[in-house]
């Protein structure tokens, strides 16, 4: 308590536990040094209590009984910056509450609290507040001093964060802030030594379809000549240009941001308020921000290279699992905001028994990380691999759909064939692999539930057709004879009603990619007929391929590509579709006295009759 005579210290203090003998605690033992004290029980009550009222300070347990204590602070940081936050913590807890600091605490007391560590801390906050209002105080008699000192204080601000995300986001608010701007894009380095900027962040009046996801550095539009030559340079442009192949908008301030000769960002302004034009003061403002900002931003981007360095197994140099879920969960958050897709591989290398058994340690490690380094070779730059163990592998493909997974899957499995490092030196034996896929958001909006669908579509694919037919090495033909062979006495309604399905679901989620090969006959050509006349007006992700006779043609004014019947060297009827959500092959319409019928979900063998297609007939596709 406060010795006689002296000032007892002022303000205000949200206090949330669920104990209420430990809120009675703490509210009577701050009221007792001078505090105005209020408390809750959950972190529901806290909200409430912060929308309705002004408080100086938090101090809130680790454990609440409604949500996270660390997303509680985060919750805090975010919404209510002007708050201090001390948590409170059991020995147990000592390293929530450190992550609790990272996330924007200002300190932590371990509980049973001591009364002089609490009197301390809240003193030591509160000093700090008194110090940073007379400071601001101090600013307001210089108008011109406080301008140019909040510019430099707001772009400082962007060094307290290096997690590139969040560090994007205060990025074009601080732009639009500074210049009035009501909305911007930016486009950051997804790594070191890029060829690539993608799309991090936006805010205001802009419509994500309309921006590039990506902007090939070597591609600018001759107006942004020399652009990179100069520090945080911008400069206005007033016409139409292609970026990356798309077309952007006329008019924006384009702010670049350089760092050692590279560009390694690039934002958009546009939309000034009221119509006017960006003038030479905005230029002037966004120049000195982004001096900082592009400093921050140059060490974000440092410290994610380090710690991909630093989250690598000693053994494999994959990255670990923790650091791989840890990005996974960013990446959800991302392509939920900006509505994308990732998808997440699973590469599984069989038994390594017999491999172990001939190989001594330092050998198996030799080994296993020219496997890492082969497949992560084979994927993108932007793709990140990680060991689940020495004989399980996950991989991270952001902005890829299902199809674009399957696309890297096959360029895996080529490889693996392929490559002769991938035998074991001094070893007879090379193990077989195992890939599956999974998507955000069609498998899953969580990690868990998309590791769940990956897991299980790898038990999946170890039992799939594929291996029983040895289908891997034959022809599409040559399999969908044999498929057909052990189909069975098919009723036309079931080839009919899955063609309808396939086709409607083509038109009913048009932005969805996928491959639809259809061989129509027997049973199968009205459905064909009618379910196509849905696409009519469309332009579908899906590639639609339709194999015609000599002599007939796709339906004039419904986008699908045509392709000889004799092509693929299959006389029968089919219908194959592989994309987002289930897979399905149907082949032989069943229609005929003595047809047979063979229609199947099996993913890896849909997957592998689809692709065998996409060769023969020379369909392009892109990851």
Same mark, same amino acid.
């Given at each position: 308590?406060?010795?006689?005579?002296?000032?007892?210290?002022?303000?205000?203090?949200?206090?949330?536990?669920?104990?209420?003998?430990?809120?009675?605690?703490?509210?009577?033992?701050?009221?007792? =040094?001078?505090?105005?004290?209020?408390?809750?029980?959950?972190? $529901?009550?806290?909200?409430?209590?912060?929308?309705?009222?002004?408080?100086?300070?938090?101090?809130?347990?680790?454990?609440?009984? =409604?949500?996270? +204590?660390? /997303?509680?602070?985060?919750?805090?940081?975010?919404?209510?910056?002007?708050?201090?936050?001390?948590?409170?913590?059991?020995?147990?807890?000592?390293?929530?509450?450190?992550?609790?600091?990272?996330?924007?605490?200002?300190?932590?007391?371990?509980?049973?609290?001591?009364?002089? $560590?609490?009197?301390?801390?809240?003193?030591?906050?509160?000093?700090?507040?008194?110090?940073?209002? *007379?400071?601001?105080?101090?600013?307001? /008699?210089?108008?011109?001093?406080?301008?140019?000192?909040?510019?430099?204080?707001? $772009?400082?601000?962007?060094?307290?964060?290096? !997690?590139?995300?969040?560090?994007?986001?205060?990025?074009?608010?601080?732009?639009?802030?500074?210049?009035?701007?009501?909305?911007?894009?930016?486009?950051?380095?997804?790594?070191?030594? !890029?060829?690539?900027?993608?799309?991090?962040?936006?805010?205001?009046?802009?419509?994500?379809?309309?921006?590039?996801? *990506?902007?090939?550095?070597?591609?600018?539009?001759? /107006?942004?000549?020399?652009?990179?030559?100069?520090?945080?340079?911008?400069?206005?442009? =007033?016409?139409?240009?292609?970026?990356?192949?798309?077309?952007?908008?006329?008019?924006?301030?384009?702010?670049?941001?350089?760092? +050692?000769?590279?560009?390694?960002?690039?934002?958009?302004?546009?939309?000034?308020?009221?119509?006017?034009?960006? #003038?030479?003061?905005?230029?002037?403002?966004?120049?000195?921000?982004?001096?900082?900002?592009?400093? %921050?931003? $140059?060490?974000?981007?440092?410290?994610?290279?380090? #710690?991909?360095?630093?989250?690598?197994?000693?053994?494999?140099?994959?990255?670990?699992?923790?650091?791989? #879920?840890?990005?996974?969960?960013? #990446?959800?958050?991302?392509?939920?905001?900006? %509505?994308?897709?990732?998808?997440?591989?699973?590469?599984?290398?069989g038994n390594l028994d017999p491999i172990r058994r001939q190989l001594s340690d330092p050998e198996l490690g030799h080994w296993l990380e020219s496997v890492v380094f082969h497949v992560a070779r084979a994927l993108r730059s932007t793709d990140l691999v990680a060991a689940e163990s020495d004989s399980r592998y996950r991989v991270l493909l952001p902005e890829t759909d299902a199809l674009g997974a399957a696309v890297l899957k096959r360029r895996i499995r080529e490889m693996w064939e392929r490559e002769q490092a991938l035998r074991p030196e001094?070893?007879?034996?090379?193990?077989?692999?195992?890939?599956?896929?999974?998507?955000?958001?069609?498998?899953?909006?969580?990690? /868990?539930?998309?590791?769940?669908?990956?897991?299980?579509?790898?038990?999946?694919?170890?039992?799939?057709?594929?291996?029983?037919?040895?289908?891997?090495?034959?022809?599409?033909?040559?399999?969908?004879? !044999?498929?057909?062979?052990?189909?069975?006495?098919?009723?036309?309604?079931?080839?009919?009603?899955?063609?309808?399905?396939?086709?409607?679901?083509?038109?009913?989620?048009?932005?969805?990619?996928?491959?639809?090969?259809?061989?129509?006959?027997g049973s199968l050509s009205t459905p064909v007929r009618d379910g196509l006349e849905r696409l009519r007006g469309l332009d579908p992700a899906t590639r639609v391929v339709m194999l015609c006779e000599r002599g007939v043609d796709p339906p004039p004014g419904v986008p699908v590509q045509s392709a000889a019947a004799g092509e693929t060297g299959f006389e029968h009827p089919f219908v194959i579709y592989y994309g987002e959500g289930p897979a399905y092959a149907l082949l032989g319409s069943g229609g005929s006295a003595g047809g047979s019928l063979?229609?199947?979900?099996?993913?890896?063998?849909?997957?592998?009759?689809?692709?065998?297609?996409?060769?023969?007939?020379?369909?392009?596709?892109?990851?």
């Amino acid at each position: 308590m406060a010795g006689q005579g002296e000032a007892l210290p002022s303000g205000r203090i949200l206090a949330v536990d669920d104990q209420p003998y430990f809120r009675s605690f703490i509210q009577e033992l701050l009221r007792e =040094d001078g505090y105005e004290v209020r408390t809750a029980a959950s972190a $529901a009550e806290a909200y409430h209590a912060l929308e309705h009222d002004d408080f100086d300070a938090v101090l809130t347990d680790v454990v609440l009984p =409604d949500v996270e +204590g660390i /997303e509680f602070v985060r919750a805090l940081r975010d919404q209510h910056p002007e708050v201090t936050t001390v948590v409170l913590a059991s020995v147990g807890d000592v390293k929530t509450a450190v992550d609790c600091m990272k996330e924007g605490a200002g300190d932590y007391l371990l509980k049973p609290i001591e009364r002089g $560590a609490l009197q301390h801390t809240l003193e030591s906050l509160f000093a700090r507040r008194r110090l940073e209002a *007379e400071h601001h105080r101090l600013m307001q /008699e210089n108008l011109d001093y406080m301008g140019e000192l909040s510019l430099y204080e707001r $772009a400082m601000g962007l060094f307290s964060t290096l !997690s590139l995300e969040p560090l994007a986001e205060r990025i074009v608010d601080g732009l639009c802030l500074e210049t009035g701007a009501q909305g911007a894009v930016l486009w950051i380095a997804p790594v070191e030594e !890029s060829p690539s900027l993608r799309l991090v962040a936006a805010k205001g009046l802009v419509r994500m379809v309309d921006e590039p996801e *990506e902007i090939q550095i070597r591609r600018f539009p001759r /107006e942004f000549d020399g652009m990179a030559d100069g520090f945080g340079t911008s400069r206005v442009i =007033d016409v139409e240009h292609e970026l990356a192949g798309r077309s952007v908008p006329a008019g924006g301030l384009y702010v670049p941001f350089v760092r +050692g000769g590279e560009l390694i960002a690039l934002a958009r302004l546009t939309d000034k308020l009221e119509r006017q034009a960006f #003038e030479d003061g905005d230029r002037a403002a966004v120049e000195k921000f982004v001096e900082l900002a592009g400093l %921050g931003l $140059a060490n974000a981007l440092r410290f994610r290279s380090l #710690e991909r360095r630093s989250f690598k197994d000693p053994t494999t140099k994959a990255y670990t699992l923790a650091y791989f #879920e840890d990005l996974v969960r960013n #990446e959800i958050h991302k392509a939920s905001r900006f %509505g994308r897709h990732f998808s997440l591989l699973k590469i599984d290398l069989g038994n390594l028994d017999p491999i172990r058994r001939q190989l001594s340690d330092p050998e198996l490690g030799h080994w296993l990380e020219s496997v890492v380094f082969h497949v992560a070779r084979a994927l993108r730059s932007t793709d990140l691999v990680a060991a689940e163990s020495d004989s399980r592998y996950r991989v991270l493909l952001p902005e890829t759909d299902a199809l674009g997974a399957a696309v890297l899957k096959r360029r895996i499995r080529e490889m693996w064939e392929r490559e002769q490092a991938l035998r074991p030196e001094g070893c007879d034996v090379r193990p077989d692999v195992t890939l599956a896929a999974a998507t955000f958001p069609a498998d899953g909006d969580q990690l /868990e539930s998309i590791v769940r669908v990956l897991d299980g579509r790898l038990e999946e694919a170890r039992g799939s057709v594929v291996r029983e037919l040895e289908g891997e090495k034959g022809s599409f033909a040559l399999m969908a004879e !044999s498929l057909l062979r052990v189909g069975g006495p098919g009723r036309a309604e079931t080839a009919d009603q899955a063609t309808r399905f396939l086709l409607d679901e083509v038109a009913r989620r048009p932005g969805d990619r996928g491959l639809l090969f259809l061989a129509p006959g027997g049973s199968l050509s009205t459905p064909v007929r009618d379910g196509l006349e849905r696409l009519r007006g469309l332009d579908p992700a899906t590639r639609v391929v339709m194999l015609c006779e000599r002599g007939v043609d796709p339906p004039p004014g419904v986008p699908v590509q045509s392709a000889a019947a004799g092509e693929t060297g299959f006389e029968h009827p089919f219908v194959i579709y592989y994309g987002e959500g289930p897979a399905y092959a149907l082949l032989g319409s069943g229609g005929s006295a003595g047809g047979s019928l063979y229609h199947t979900g099996d993913r890896a063998l849909v997957e592998h009759l689809a692709f065998e297609l996409q060769r023969d007939l020379d369909v392009a596709l892109s990851a």
